[in-house]
């Protein structure tokens, strides 16, 4: 049984959900989203303020999605009353990050800069060496942070590359003199 999707997920003012056959959708201050589910495992009710979720079969796939909708769902809720943002920050002489219209243009040590266009409603803005990059969406915020970070990942000598912000480098000791 799952814990996180026995509990009702509240939903706060401002905020509407509707449900539409398998599409949940979600509309808040800060947009809209909208999701669909596989209707013939769980069942998702709006009632008193809350969504309910209960699970229809007790089949094991149906009873590991369960918890996972309800994390889906509270994710949406929380996106379109806060939003979700990352930071990335970029190490390295010579390594910098600038907006070229609605791309990221970014020189990291490679023969050629690199552009990466940011999805639908992901907005990525450029401080110095911080990519702050923001939407409603948690996955698509987390997918193209990601995408960013792997274009040049932090290398353990010197810290060069792209990071998160509260990211931790392990650091290794160089080459050693011979004595």
């Known amino acids: 049984m799952s814990r996180i999707g026995k509990k009702p997920i509240l939903i706060p003012e401002k905020v509407e959900v509707k449900i539409d056959g398998d ?6 201050p800060l947009g809209e989203m909208r999701r669909s589910f596989r209707e013939n495992d769980i069942e998702i009710a709006v009632k008193d303020g809350c969504v309910v979720l209960n699970a229809k079969r007790k089949s094991r796939q149906a009873l590991a999605l369960w918890g996972t909708y309800a994390s889906h769902i509270k994710n949406m809720i929380e996106g379109v009353t806060k939003g979700f943002e990352k930071k990335l920050v ?17 020189n990291l040590g ?23 990059i923001s939407g409603v969406d948690k996955e698509k915020v987390g997918q193209f942070s990601a995408e960013i970070r792997a274009l040049k990942k932090p290398e353990p000598y010197k810290g060069k590359g792209i990071r998160y912000e509260n990211e931790i480098v392990r650091r290794k000791t160089g080459k050693k003199a011979a004595a």
């Open 23 to 28: 599409i949940v959708a979600v509309k808040g």
């Open 90 to 106: 970029i190490e390295g002489i010579g390594y910098r990050a600038q907006m070229e219209g609605l791309k990221l243009l970014l």
């Open 110 to 132: 490679l023969s050629h800069p690199v552009k990466a266009a940011a999805p639908d409603g992901v907005k990525a803005q450029v401080e110095k060496n911080v990519i702050t």
